[in-house]
């Protein structure tokens, strides 16, 4: 048994981090395998999802740990079950499905939000804020409870619904469940403040001139036609401690592959280098074309670049 009831306490022997760690990256390994092979049977299909390819990975993951967690399934994934542990509440009771599915939303959220791209010129602040106060403080406060939080292992997930993850096979003696530390709670409301005043930050380095410079290209390059994301950069490179050499570049995500890839790098380029106010101090143009998929739980991708001189596109 995993629970010994006595006095109004419940006594369950916690699994440790690099226990439950080690079951959690089985776990990934094998939903990236199951992602792979999705994307060699049906790489177009899932190629033109574009950024909302994540939320198909989410509802796959969903549904694993979801399922496999509760007590259809026992408690345990299969990571779980290599290393003897499972899910189950205070009592050492499992969880019911709805119960385990808002776990993992809790725990998945924060790491499949990273995809989402949100376009600068239509912000909403609402969504913004949002997307950053799941994405950092949720993330970060996951993190810090799973490296920190060695009274009861609990995690963010976890403390939001009640679960513990515990040996299949205690060890004797086990020690009655030591209260969550207060201190803890201080922690996660700053991280939460943290995610909520990256946004504030985010937009005050957007406005600054370097990265100014760069919406107009931005914004035109995004209305091309089979273009799904765009991210526009510039910067240097330097080998061999030779002169740097300056660059502006895009990356261009596209949702087919059938098209003329010259012709748009072409076009592109020539977007650029019409809309970058000080494009006479770049020694290139560069221009990464991109197809592919990216579900969260496997990503693949094929790359076409070019690379023009200013003097070219004039």
Request: charged share 15%; proline share 4%.
């Amino acid at each position: 048994m995993d629970t010994v009831h006595g006095e109004g306490e419940s006594i369950l022997d916690l699994a440790g981090f690099w226990r439950r760690l080690g079951a959690f990256a089985i776990d990934c390994v094998l939903l990236g395998m199951v992602g792979s092979i999705l994307g060699q049977l049906l790489f177009g299909q899932l190629a033109r999802l574009g950024g909302y390819g994540t939320w198909l990975g989410f509802a796959i993951a969903l549904a694993y740990f979801g399922i496999c967690n509760s007590r259809i399934n026992g408690g345990q994934t299969f990571g779980k079950k290599v290393l003897s542990v499972r899910v189950v509440d205070v009592h050492g009771q499992l969880l019911s499905l709805s119960r385990s599915l808002c776990r993992y939303t809790v725990l998945g959220l924060p790491f499949f939000l990273n995809g989402m791209s949100i376009d600068p010129q239509r912000p909403m602040p609402w969504l913004v804020y949002l997307v950053a106060l799941i994405f950092i403080g949720g993330g970060l406060s996951i993190i810090y409870l799973y490296i920190f939080n060695r009274r009861t292992r609990q995690s963010l997930h976890d403390l939001a619904v009640g679960s513990y993850v515990v040996r299949v096979e205690p060890r004797l003696p086990v020690k009655p469940l030591a209260s969550l530390w207060q201190g803890h709670f201080v922690v996660l409301a700053l991280l939460a403040v943290a995610g909520l005043a990256a946004p504030v930050v985010g937009e005050r380095v957007s406005h600054s001139q370097g990265l100014a410079g760069l919406l107009p290209a931005y914004s035109l390059l995004l209305k091309q036609p089979h273009v799904v994301n765009v991210m526009v950069t510039n910067g240097w490179v330097s080998m061999n401690g030779q002169a740097a050499r300056h660059y502006l570049s895009a990356q261009l995500v596209l949702d087919t592959s059938q098209i003329d890839y010259d012709v748009l790098a072409n076009n592109a380029a020539h977007l650029m280098a019409a809309n970058y106010p000080d494009i006479a101090s770049k020694d290139a143009v560069v221009v990464d074309l991109i197809y592919g998929y990216n579900i969260g739980i496997s990503s693949a991708r094929k790359v076409h670049r070019y690379s023009f001189t200013p003097q070219e596109l004039r």
